[in-house]
């Protein structure tokens, strides 16, 4: 381990023993550094590393701080990171869609509530209403998938999915300018969701879900011969 990386996991054991719990203020720096046996500059490194993965906020003019702590929160890293895969790496998140958002959605079937369900069938209906402007018709697809999973009751799973699902909208953006009729079928495909949520059906539900997830992921292997990186882009 390098220096700054031995800084941070020394923060980062005083946060996971309870020293630090989420909300605490940290010590001012020089107490800190002195109390970790660390130099001023190392400190201020761990400090900046914490604080882009969401362990740590600075407040200018009152200190930093330990962040909630909540999944949501420290998944977020997830999305930021599949934005930047291609080619095979999203192929591979795609299959982790597969394993992991059909159970999910089976799982919503069980637990969704008429509010939320009235959400999930919102975005449905925007989807039909945009069915010729890909641009919003994406925007309701990541939409409804977001609701499909907060439905779940589980944050972790929702923050999960929500930032593996939601970064791929690059590629559904090319599906729905380079192949006829994707969004009708598209539509179809979170139309037979929502009616097995709707059902309260989970084996139907997740079955849904596994079609839909399983066209995605065939279309994909069809055309990661061409550059992901140099797709068409939405008419402005």
Same mark, same amino acid.
């Given at each position: 381990?390098?220096?700054?990386?031995?800084?941070?996991?020394?923060?980062?054991?005083?946060?996971?023993?309870?020293?630090?719990?989420?909300?605490?203020?940290?010590?001012?720096?020089?107490?800190?550094?002195?109390?970790?046996?660390?130099?001023?500059?190392?400190?201020?490194?761990?400090?900046?590393?914490?604080?882009?993965?969401?362990?740590?906020?600075?407040?200018?003019?009152?200190?930093?701080?330990?962040?909630?702590?909540?999944?949501?929160?420290?998944?977020?890293?997830?999305?930021?990171?599949?934005?930047?895969?291609?080619?095979?790496? @999203? !192929?591979?998140?795609?299959?982790? &869609?597969? /394993?992991?958002?059909? =159970?999910?959605? +089976? $799982? %919503?079937?069980?637990?969704?509530?008429?509010?939320?369900?009235?959400?999930?069938?919102?975005?449905?209906?925007?989807?039909?209403?945009?069915?010729?402007?890909?641009?919003?018709?994406?925007?309701?697809?990541?939409?409804?998938?977001?609701?499909?999973?907060?439905?779940?009751?589980?944050?972790?799973?929702?923050? @999960? !999915?929500?930032?593996?699902?939601? &970064?791929? /909208?690059?590629?559904? =953006?090319?599906? +729905? $300018? %380079?192949?006829?009729?994707?969004?009708?079928?598209?539509?179809?495909?979170?139309?037979?969701?929502?009616?097995?949520?709707?059902?309260?059906?989970?084996?139907?539900?997740?079955?849904?879900?596994?079609?839909?997830?399983?066209?995605?992921?065939?279309?994909?292997?069809?055309?990661?011969?061409?550059?992901?990186?140099?797709?068409?882009?939405?008419?402005?």
């Amino acid at each position: 381990m390098s220096l700054t990386e031995r800084a941070i996991e020394r923060i980062r054991q005083l946060i996971k023993d309870g020293t630090l719990p989420p909300g605490a203020r940290l010590p001012p720096e020089q107490e800190l550094a002195a109390e970790l046996g660390l130099s001023r500059n190392l400190l201020r490194e761990a400090v900046r590393s914490l604080v882009t993965t969401r362990v740590l906020e600075v407040r200018r003019g009152d200190g930093t701080y330990v962040t909630s702590l909540t999944p949501e929160l420290l998944l977020e890293g997830v999305g930021l990171a599949v934005e930047m895969m291609r080619g095979d790496d @999203l !192929l591979e998140i795609t299959e982790v &869609r597969r /394993l992991f958002e059909p =159970v999910a959605t +089976g $799982l %919503a079937a069980t637990r969704i509530t008429p509010g939320q369900l009235a959400e999930v069938e919102r975005h449905l209906n925007a989807m039909i209403e945009a069915r010729n402007d890909v641009e919003a018709l994406n925007h309701h697809d990541d939409a409804f998938h977001r609701a499909v999973f907060e439905s779940t009751g589980n944050k972790s799973l929702s923050a @999960l !999915l929500g930032g593996i699902a939601g &970064r791929t /909208l690059r590629s559904r =953006v090319w599906r +729905g $300018l %380079a192949e006829e009729n994707a969004a009708g079928r598209t539509i179809a495909e979170h139309a037979a969701i929502y009616r097995a949520l709707a059902h309260r059906d989970a084996p139907l539900a997740q079955a849904a879900a596994l079609m839909h997830v399983g066209t995605t992921e065939t279309w994909l292997r069809e055309n990661l011969g061409h550059s992901l990186e140099t797709t068409a882009r939405p008419p402005r």
